[in-house]
């Protein structure tokens, strides 16, 4: 399936984006979505997390949040969360891979689970546990994986790690820890996936 082509605030308009069919319990508006899944007064909001694979190396990008995040120093996939002016779900992932990394998604192929067996959709609270909000993350194809371009007002830096490197939260030298044992959960799911896709 095809989504529109939309215009974000002070930036460029993002080209089409297709999705498979699996995933069109996402196009639509976050209200719609938490309405029909009767989930209104249970969530505060949705948020998004793109998994991104580099073509020519298999690597996963990470991201390390600013210094003056919840969350300093430690390393995530680009996301955030759903805003009620966001035409769909999965317009709402597309915009914060561009914001937080300059890319452009072409194609939302599968949903990422947070461990093999689960049900997509993450549940979590803030971090002072004043809401609840439930993050999906996407498998996405962009245009190009040369061109990673952060926001430094969200993110100091980024790199690409291997299903190894994730494991250990170390690339070559380097200590990479990631937010959370849930994350790395995610990652390790999505590398799996790759995988057993590659090989269907």
């Known amino acids: 399936m095809t989504a529109n082509m939309i215009q974000l605030n002070g930036s460029p308009p993002m080209p089409n984006f297709t999705f498979d069919d699996s995933l069109q319990p996402y196009n639509m508006p976050m209200q719609t979505w938490l309405l029909a899944n009767n989930r209104q007064d249970q969530l ?25 995040d919840s969350m300093p120093n430690r390393w995530e996939v680009p996301g955030g969360a759903v805003d ?4 769909t779900i999965l317009h709402a992932a597309a915009r914060e891979l561009w914001e937080e990394a300059g890319l452009f998604a072409t194609r939302f192929t599968h949903m990422v689970a947070e461990k093999s067996g689960l049900d997509p959709g993450f549940v979590f609270s803030n971090a002072k546990r004043t809401s609840t909000w439930c993050r999906f993350t996407f498998a ?61």
Do not use: Y
């Open 44 to 68: 505060n909001g949705l948020a998004t997390a793109n998994v991104v694979f580099s073509n020519t190396t298999g690597k996963v990008l990470l991201v390390q949040p600013a210094a003056h």
């Open 84 to 87: 009620n002016e966001d035409l």
């Open 140 to 200: 996405v194809e962009v245009v190009t994986c040369d061109t990673v371009k952060l926001e430094p007002n969200e993110h100091q830096d980024f790199l690409w790690a291997s299903e190894e490197e994730v494991r250990n939260e170390k690339v070559g030298e380097r200590e990479v820890p990631i937010t959370t044992p849930n994350v790395v959960a995610m990652l390790l799911e999505a590398f799996r996936l790759r995988r057993e896709r590659a090989n269907a």
